[in-house]
């Protein structure tokens, strides 16, 4: 108990989460299940349920659930861990496929066809009514423990980035791309920050600017609207997302 108040009691409490996760590696791994099970009970206590930390807490808990150590007999315990987090956690580490809905406009990210293409390498990305799509499904991956996520195109493989000044719309608004040579690149540009807003919404920053991603009043076209990220970096009111499964 006095190990998990001190990873909340102290500022830098991701860095006290991971120590945690080395300090219960030592315990087998289905007696990793009451560890787990105490850590989230204090994020809860310490009304941090909606925190980043939860996704890279999650993000943990889907290793071990997936690993070897862990008897076929006690994953059912870890599948009820995961079964009362907060749904927005769920669907992104957890699910296979999600669909990602603008809240202002009640539309889908969607990655078209290539003949939509700003050029050689890249792909122009809109938000489209309705989600009965392959172009609107999406993956969450991680390299680096749920701290941050690359966000990839199912139909065509691609990976979401934001582009760079040489892309901007204009003073407020940076273009947003699928990366159309398909494998993703290690730069903070293809990398997203999530934040929690709820049990069911999200916010997603782009890492390399600091920026959100929103959806603008702006239409290409009659079925097509606009997506940037928002350079002013205050909050933008149409850059909420339900993550739908």
């Avoid at 070897?68 to 496929?97: L, R, T, Y």
Wanted: glycine content about 4%; aromatic content about 16%.
């Amino acid at each position: 108990n006095e190990i998990l108040e001190n990873a909340f009691e102290l500022n830098d409490r991701l860095t006290n989460i991971e120590n945690i996760f080395k300090y219960f590696e030592k315990f087998p791994g289905d007696k990793q299940f009451f560890v787990f099970k105490a850590l989230l009970r204090a994020m809860k206590l310490y009304n941090l349920s909606y925190s980043s930390e939860i996704l890279v807490i999650a993000t943990k808990i889907k290793q071990v659930m997936f690993s070897s150590k862990i008897p076929e007999g006690h994953k059912a315990a870890f599948d009820m861990i995961k079964d009362n987090m907060p749904n927005n956690v769920k669907a992104i580490v957890f699910n296979e496929k999600v669909f990602l809905r603008n809240t202002k406009f009640d539309e889908f990210i969607y990655s078209p066809s290539p003949e939509f293409a700003k050029d050689d390498a890249r792909l122009n990305t809109f938000t489209k009514v309705g989600k009965n799509n392959q172009d609107a499904v999406w993956f969450f991956e991680t390299d680096n423990g749920g701290r941050s996520f690359y966000i990839k195109c199912n139909r065509w493989s691609e990976y979401l980035h934001a582009g760079d000044s040489t892309f901007n719309y204009d003073e407020k608004r940076r273009s947003v791309f699928t990366w159309r040579n398909r494998e993703r690149l290690n730069e903070p540009s293809f990398r997203w920050k999530v934040e929690l807003v709820g049990d069911d919404y999200i916010r997603i920053k782009n890492e390399a600017y600091d920026e959100c991603l929103f959806v603008s009043s702006l239409k290409f076209d009659k079925d097509l609207r606009h997506i940037f990220t928002w350079i002013p970096k205050g909050k933008e009111t149409k850059g909420d997302f339900e993550v739908c499964m």
